[in-house]
T-cell receptor, first 111, second 114 residues
Framework: KNEVEQSPQNLTAQEGEFITINCSYS?????LHWLQQHPGGGIVSLFM???GKKKHGRLIATINIQEKHSSLHITASHPRDSAVYIC?????????????FGKGTKLSVIP | NAGVTQTPKFRILKIGQSMTLQCTQD?????MYWYRQDPGMGLKLIYY???????DKGEVPNGYNVSRSTTEDFPLRLELAAPSQTSVYFC?????????????FGNGTRLTVT
């Protein structure tokens, strides 16, 4: 069973700061998801990646398959980025659609 | 497209009562999932379906049942509610189970069993 660890658990940043959230997993995967959970509870998929790097607006996600590690970066953070960011891994092989989720990183961006 | 729609948003049940959480999607997705989210824990898979007529257990299926009679609908049934089922429930869907198919989530159902 894959173990997914996120760090930090909580993060407070000043508006404009560069933010990094980390995710490590224990067993090889087919893909990794980054999700955003808004204060109201809804969950939105930000990225799916299996190698390299993806960018969308101020968000950048990277993955190092050899190191079993992924990072989510937010440039020029804004209070509207305040949310819980969740990493989830999609295992390889049979049952690969069953994701293993991290516990989330709660980000608060202060004006 | 409405995406994934869950109802109700909130519900309070007494111990032993039954209820059905509704989930419907209009994206013609084959794969549908039910997760529960407990405070301080990662989401856990309850049941999933890879197509109409096909369902299977996830990590925490005890106390729940599902059915998938159509591509669109994937209801979750609680037969005898217990306090341990107090949680936030999310329905999700994806086009396939492959690594290039992102998940789409509903807005969640907050269930309290007292």
């Amino acid at each position: 069973k894959n173990e997914v660890e996120q760090s930090p658990q909580n993060l407070t940043a000043q508006e404009g700061e560069f933010i990094t959230i980390n995710c490590s997993y224990s067993v090889g995967i087919s893909a990794l998801h980054w999700l955003q959970q808004h204060p109201g509870g809804g969950i939105v998929s930000l990225f799916m990646l299996s190698s390299g790097k993806k960018k969308h607006g101020r968000l950048i996600a990277t993955i190092n398959i050899q190191e079993k590690h992924s990072s989510l970066h937010i440039t020029a953070s804004h209070p509207r980025d305040s949310a819980v960011y969740i990493c989830a891994v999609q295992n390889s092989g049979a049952g690969s659609y069953q994701l293993t989720f991290g516990k989330g990183t709660k980000l608060s961006v202060i004006p | 497209n409405a995406g994934v729609t869950q109802t109700p948003k909130f519900r309070i049940l007494k111990i032993g009562q039954s209820m059905t959480l509704q989930c419907t999607q209009d994206m013609n997705h084959n794969y549908m999932y039910w997760y529960r989210q407990d405070p301080g824990m990662g989401l856990k898979l309850i049941y999933y379906s890879v197509g109409a007529g096909i369902t299977d257990k996830g990590e925490v299926p005890n106390g729940y049942n599902v059915s998938r009679s159509t591509t669109e609908d994937f209801p979750l049934r609680l037969e005898l509610a217990a306090p341990s089922q107090t949680s936030v429930y999310f329905c999700a869907s994806s086009y396939s189970g492959e690594a290039d198919s992102p998940l789409h989530f509903g807005n969640g159902t907050r269930l309290t069993v007292t």
